[in-house]
């Protein structure tokens, strides 16, 4: 199976590129089954809902979140309705929706994909992803029932993504980060199969602050003292990501192809 | 100019890339000038006197540190004596050696090196680097005495990074990214000339959490309890970095490009 | 019920004033049933087996940690046999030794202890404390079969524990702070019957640095770079903590008193 | 000299409480200078402008604020144009006001008055305090041209306030610690004569987390998710802070007590 997986979509810039552009990467990398991390599409703080049907209809068969899942707060009822929006399996105890869901190909082939919070560095605590995604794991074993599966370990520092990768290794077909809004050049095949980079990076406006128009965040880093909220970058977005080719008997990767189309980003390889 | 820049070197199996391949990369890429980060080159942690010196000795002009610059502490007083070794600007106000130094290429054409720490995410708390930077940089024009201006910026959060990337474009030849010991995939020319990468990645063994071997950082995620050392991974590192072309009247970078070698990773682009 | 609870202690300074002074302590105050924080009683990191029993030795009917619960390895084993030694609930999944126990004073009178550790700007990751002492408490509701209830939430945040303190309130006899080595002076029992205080407070020497001789930290404070390791101070320890009188049928507070004794801090209300 | 200092003033219940018992209590105290924290006066997050002039006309001599310096705007040009309002002298380099003064009591004496942000668990990062504190100190001598100083060390982590409290032993009056809203009950004069308290406590309703209205705090913690913005608690607030008795020949203090005045807590000793 060829399993296309996109970072996070950063406000209008990544919408329209999104729109206008996924259908055709989709087509050339023959993409079998699409994810699209949608958690910075609306104003590059949270996804309302209709910014997530756009991701849907755009061509994206499943939406995953992150630590902003719920900063737009109709969420909090699309995320329960949409079973195709994913948050992640430790945003917080009562959280509305799942962090983990069976889907299925065009031809039938069922792709578990799991979306799991890192600890280290983050703005508030979460619960242990390992233990977590374990649990998701252990019930969906590959080359079960499942033909692949997918983690999304939003997280900030390299060592628990790495972990993670390692944790997950010979159990997915893919572990990928997101959350940093930059790419990582780490793409591999670990040593039992599983594909593994650091981070997607952003299908976002690379000429900014991770996705943010600079002004407000450098006056933040320069003066120590904001002034404005900060707004999305509004140049045009490089969707960037990964391509995993899996096997469908044992559910593991053949080849991982890191994705950057348009925009500032040097295409990838 | 052609600068050549790797990142931070990790234990015996970097030392061993940087003894045993540097010399054939520098002849390869045509390198004028070379920048090894050291910071972890000594049991994972520092850099010893003795280490410096073999890394300088196999084709390093200048080598910097971080934030573990003196966990090996024979380089408070190595780092004074041996200017070619860079500490950060803003490690310390008591801090022995410097953090900046204008170096010469084999024409005698002139190349400030400059190291800073950033604020955010990092274990303790330093001084504003953007200043310091700012204050370095200001001194040493591009295009003036100076032929390049390479800016180490020894750092965790992307968001700094590409802050500190725009604050310089212009002024200096290069800003990368340096401390997460995983490249990114984000080279390119910022709009006023400055090339950009926001991590260098390491030299080190990619099968491991950030270089190190992987039973005990695991050990640590997973039970929440550690029992050993870290130690650094043995297998065979991909050494990491950038080649920056700059032009010698302008001080501005014309090409950016990844460089990867060796080990686990995909060779650079 | 009288409950006698004291915080931290502090190296040799801690351990010889337990020694010395908690017999008379416990007589003056007229304690029924006696708890001790033991998380820094050895060296300033952890506790050793040998000095958790002189600790209980000395007259505590429990023992409390923290999260240098197993910084001295031997605890590792210690823990498991000596049921009146605690960890936190939440220290980690496959942590030794548990987090909650139900004891009786010389009367017969049952005492539910519990320990569960903050996460707001501790230095690694802990799993959601409020769930865990939640489910804790609705097994041992106050009034029935355990006459009291206390609570060491080992944490630095005041946010956090003052919510702790309200989340538990009407259920518990005392939430008591821990970790921060200086008492509050907040004592008081909240609307519905639980007595509270935000910290504790060591029983170590206040001439000092959290009760670490002053040199070092003060030279990291300083200079940014250390030179030696953290040693105790060796000064008169001053025995802090609080007292606590219960309605043994609703197992609610009727008082809270500070306790400070000897050292240099101002005796306790 | 007699100098009353009272921390973080929260919301309508804190401005309620200074405007009808401030004067009673510097009467009864017989104060002859009077600092208050302001940080938190207007709707918990800043002081505007006529909320500090509220404070200053209920009988403070000088308000301090903190890291929520400048949440008001208008602080941005209020500051400027009232000398007797100080804020942090690390809050950031453009910061407008100014971090330190020499203030006059009605009999002309001259007391220093200094603030800093600590470093340490802080939401962003402030530049190095110790240095910066020793700077003003070095340029006001105890026992020289002022009479009295006084810092105000607005920081998180008992540490670091411990060891500013050292730093400045022998060279101030008063180390006193805001930010945390809980008062410490570590009251005690220092070695070399500089009265210290880790926390002046905040001038709020106790019956609350750190002043804030219960509900939406507990929510957060305990399901991970805010709904609301904060507000403070409406109930009587406890005037919290310290009374220290200063030699005007010297500049060190003879005595500090803690004040606790009205609210839940326990009156001070
Ligand atoms: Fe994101
Ligand atoms: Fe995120
Ligand atoms: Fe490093
Ligand atoms: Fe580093
Ligand atoms: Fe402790
Ligand atoms: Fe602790
Ligand atoms: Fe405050
Ligand atoms: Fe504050």
Redesign the interface.
């Known amino acids: 199976m060829r399993i296309l997986f996109l970072g996070d979509v950063m406000g209008r810039s990544g919408r329209r590129a999104i729109t206008e552009r996924l259908a055709g990467l989709k087509a050339r990398l023959k993409a079998d089954f699409t994810i699209v991390n949608g958690e910075n599409a609306s104003g590059g703080m949270g996804l309302t809902g209709p910014h997530a049907r756009l991701i849907l209809d755009a061509g994206a068969d499943c939406v995953t979140l992150g630590d902003h899942a ?1 900063d737009q707060k109709d969420m909090l009822s699309f995320v329960a309705e949409e079973p195709r929006v994913l948050r992640p399996l430790n ?5 509305p929706g799942r962090g983990h869901r069976v889907f299925q190909d065009a031809r039938g082939r069922k792709v578990l994909v799991v979306q799991a919070l890192g ?3 983050m703005k ?5 992803p ?2 977590a995604v374990d649990q998701v794991l252990r019930a969906h074993p590959s080359g079960g029932l499942v033909q692949a599966a997918v983690v999304d370990f939003h997280a ?5 993504k ?2 993670m990768g ?2 997950c290794d010979g159990r997915a077909s893919l572990v990928v980060g997101t959350h ?9 095949v ?2 039992r199969g599983t594909a593994y980079q ?2 997607a ?1 952003m299908c976002g406006d ?5 996705g943010m128009d ?1 002004a407000e ?2 006056r933040r ?5 904001g002034r404005d909220r900060f707004t999305p970058a509004e140049g045009e977005a490089t969707l960037s990501g990964v391509l995993v080719v899996t096997d469908d008997r044992t559910g593991l990767a053949t080849e991982i192809r ?1 994705v ?1 189309d348009g925009g ?3 295409p ?2």
């Open positions: 719920f945003f917080a105890r009562e959280a600890q280290v560095f508030r605590p979460f619960d242990d390992f233990s900030e520092a390299t060592s628990e790495m972990a390692h944790f940093t809004h930059v790419p990582t050049a780490d793409a591999q670990l040593p650091s981070d990076g690379y000429d900014s602050v991770i600079k965040p450098m880093f320069l003066t120590g003292m890191p950057r500032r980003l040097q990838g390889a």
